[in-house]
């Protein structure tokens, strides 16, 4: 696995107490695998299994979960749900059909929510998930306290253990760490440009244009100049794009740039000021 | 598959333009099949690749989609990444390590909110999706707008294509249709009670344990009082809960229940009056 050089430390540590993942006598070692590997990109690690039909250990289900071996090697083997569940708090049934067992129905970020809270106070809760054929039957979604159901397309409804499994996991992580990922983008060695850099590139872009009687006629220059500014304002510079763009403005100039600090009548006579940057990379001198 | 039979409208149809799903250099063809599997889970149809390694069509992919043939059946193949994306207007990246590239680094529910965004102005958009082994390049994640990665624990990111394309289709349709389940809790059939019923309830469940003087010490009264009807109050009971809840007390007590109007003097003396209900399934007689 390639680790991120800058990894977000908020992503690293989850501070609640995670979920635990119940399987419903699955039928195929494979399927337990990679329900493992599901639960184990996202951080969950508790994995029961109720009458595996194929029994317990299971190479397939090793081989499956790649390398989710931590969660593999904790699996507890039930032989109900109900001893399964007997010590959580709050279980979720994930089913993809209404039941006439009437409890709400909830999605995966709403479930997420849910457990993350109870969580927080270290209370244990759980997801339930039924065979791959056809799900749990109404006394196994009646020991639950509520319906969890995807917000898949009904015309097309056809995830299996592992994906919904993975969204649950997906949607819990998201919660319980605040939306935090793995890496972001890097403004400290990418700051954004202050305004006053800003507006002298625009300044400086403005008036290479006005030399080149780019703005006729002269009454559109006001709006013109506008939509100009509001380009590059949606671009959300860096200090160092700004720089770049006045080296390229001073390039088409035909204009040489050096970098210096403010002071009047050093340098190359009608060289471009870049402003007052130490480490600004030297720009091409113009013709 | 089968079909709910109370399927709810709102998560049938999308109103907006979905996004395209581009696979760059896929090199399973058994991945270009479960990706389009993950799509049509969520109602996305249009799937493109580049430079497929095994080529197009692929038998390994349409049987690996199941039966997301429409997905299969409509797939472009492109020889280059600009090619494949230069229709969209809007473009995100999805890559598991941070790069050298400048750009904002968005989760899925972030890229949906803005592809739904767009899509709901008719705009095209689209999500790439790079190489099994290693991803996207940094050539390929600069033609994208942003970057877009999964919050998954950095100690074991180990998503495969078709898990990434899951989550981040999961996200889109999850905020294309507001959060839309395919079923609710059915609460036409189940209204819930009216406060009026819940403290005839009440009435009934404390004169019950006043004659069996239940509140011991009596100024303890008010307060177990409260207790117990908090416990009714959190359980949101329905009307028919009530009346179920009612003819537990009245059955424990010994006491008849028969439902009928209010009407004082009717019916078998002592018997539990459960309120004015022409469709209360006839209880069982005390002794």
């Known amino acids: 696995m390639t680790r991120n050089a800058n990894i977000n430390e908020e992503a690293l540590t989850v501070g609640v107490r995670p979920p635990a993942v119940i399987l ?112 749990l039957n109404n006394e196994e979604v009646a020991l639950a306290d509520e319906i969890l159901t995807l917000p898949v397309d009904p015309n097309f409804a056809s995830l299996n253990i592992a994906q919904a499994v993975l969204v649950c996991a997906y949607e819990w992580r998201k919660t319980a760490t605040s939306g935090a990922l793995p890496f972001t983008l890097d403004t400290e060695t990418n700051p954004p440009a202050k305004k006053e850099d800003l507006l002298r590139l625009f300044d400086h872009l403005e008036g290479a244009l006005d030399r080149v009687t780019f703005f006729r006629p002269v009454e559109r220059r006001p709006h013109i100049i506008r939509n100009i500014r509001n380009i590059f304002q949606k671009a959300e510079l860096t200090d160092q794009e700004v720089k770049t763009l006045r080296g390229i403005i001073a390039a088409l100039e035909g204009r040489p740039t050096r970098p210096r600090k403010d002071e009047a009548g050093e340098g190359t006579a009608g060289a471009v000021d870049l402003g007052a940057a130490d480490d600004t990379p030297a720009e091409r001198d113009g013709a």
């Not at 001893?83 to 979720?92: C, E």
């Open 24 to 135: 419903c006598e699955p039928q195929l070692g494979e399927n337990i695998g990679t329900a493992a590997r599901a639960m184990a990109n996202f951080g969950l690690v508790d994995l029961r299994i109720v009458n595996p039909r194929d029994g317990w250990p299971s190479e397939k289900a090793r081989a499956a979960a790649s390398r989710a071996d931590h969660v593999i090697d904790k699996v507890q083997v039930f032989d109900s749900l109900e001893a399964a569940i007997a010590d959580l708090t709050f279980v979720y049934a994930t089913t993809a059909r209404s039941r006439e067992v009437a409890k709400p129905v909830r999605g995966p970020d709403e479930a997420a929510v849910k457990v993350t809270g109870l969580g927080a106070e270290g209370l244990a809760t759980g997801y339930i998930f039924g065979r791959e054929r056809w799900g």
